[in-house]
């Protein structure tokens, strides 16, 4: 299975034209993917639906626009509400 947002994805969502921040870019994807992937319970692939990939791409680009470390949920919330697997 194919990961849900490839490195060309977020370059493109973050604008970045360059190579010189890749492996970072590839830290902050692996990093979004599992907290989004922790949060509803699910692991996610490139045929997830949208909101969830849209809610990695957010992240990733909080991380790099911001350096956030923390990773808040709360910014992506509503996109992966949704899709929470319920526990009991």
Known sequence: ???PVTLTEAK???RVEHAAEDGLIQTLID???ARVEG???????ST??????LA??????RAYERGEVEM???PVEA????????RL
């Open 12 to 14: 493109l969502f973050l």
């Open 56 to 61: 990695i791409l957010m992240l990733a680009l």
């Open 1 to 3: 299975m194919t990961a």
């Open 72 to 74: 808040s949920i709360r």
């Open 31 to 33: 990093a979004a993917q």
């Open 39 to 45: 949060e509803v319970g699910l692991g996610l692939t």
């Open 48 to 53: 997830s639906a949208a909101p969830l990939r």
């Open 79 to 86: 996109w992966i509400a949704p899709y929470r697997v319920v």
